[in-house]
């Protein structure tokens, strides 16, 4: 099975569009829930909390891991490919969701300019204008911690009236930086449930782009690069939910953002 691993529900989000892209292929999805949000936790923290719940999805017979939270890929994705597969594994792979997306972000903005929303963990990590830099080195990348989105979402907050105000707070805080933004990534998994209210926060000439169709991309194009790798893969259209909290709650939560019913089990890490 493709591993699938987020700090919480956020990486439903790109589990969904995986699942539309590569509809045939076996997913295992692990949610850590109980030590969850990563956002505001240190790099050390989140690199161990992240190395468990992958040393778990190999455990599984996982060969593949995609890291779908931007937290992880951006504290702990590079450590655990050159410190830990080596001696793990090394004919296993784990990836994350900011490489892909810094691949092809540039292609979206007609002024050169982009914002990027993000976890205060994310945006301190520098990551994005990193690797953006390397394939769009003229691209001027604007950023914006959003540390009160996903304890709105995780809580059934993001539809109210309420969020409004912390959606357009920062927003504005974004757009603020410069008048040429024209683009926002939206660089947590959990963003894209207030996708409509951050639309009209940042008004129809700014456009909203979200990661789970560019990672579901990017990774058919990557099976279709290492046939080695997509052959060890399963096709039985099988799908596995496993939280480190409670499973009633991960179930009720997860329809939001995984759009079906989904039957999960809870697991000590």
């Known amino acids: 099975m493709i591993g699938v691993f987020d700090s919480g529900y956020g990486g439903l989000t790109v589990l969904r569009s995986l699942v539309n892209k590569l509809p045939a292929y076996d997913f295992i999805y692990l949610g850590d ?39 992880a890929s951006a504290k702990a994705l590079r450590t655990i490919q050159q410190k830990d597969l080596p001696s793990i594994n090394s004919g296993r792979r784990v990836l994350g969701v900011i ?68 959606v357009n707070k920062c927003v504005d805080g974004l757009l603020s930086k410069s008048p040429g933004i024209d683009t926002i990534l939206l660089a947590c998994t959990h963003y894209p449930l207030l996708q409509e209210k951050i639309a009209k926060a940042a008004g129809k000439s700014v456009k909203i782009v979200s990661q789970g169709e560019i990672v579901a991309e990017s990774l058919a ?23 480190t909290d409670s499973a009633e709650e991960f179930d009720r939560h997860a329809t939001s953002f995984f759009g079906d019913h989904i039957k999960s089990q809870h697991i000590h890490l």
């Open 33 to 71: 829930n109980a030590r969850a949000p990563y956002g505001t936790r240190s790099f050390e923290t989140v690199y161990e909390y992240t190395l468990e719940s992958v040393k778990w999805l190999f455990g599984q017979g996982c060969p593949l891991v995609i890291l779908a939270c931007n937290t």
């Open 99 to 166: 490489r892909p997306t810094a691949e092809v972000v540039g292609h979206f903005s007609r002024t050169g300019e982009i914002g990027i929303l993000a976890t205060p963990g994310t945006v301190s990590s520098g990551s994005y204008p990193i690797e953006i830099g390397k394939f769009f080195p003229d691209l001027k990348v604007h950023q914006q911690a959003c540390p009160m989105w996903v304890p709105l979402i995780e809580n059934n907050e993001h539809e109210t009236a309420g969020a409004d105000f912390f």
């Open 221 to 243: 194009d990557y099976l279709d690069r290492h046939p080695d790798m997509e052959q060890k893969l399963g096709r039985n259209r099988l799908r596995k939910f496993f939280t």
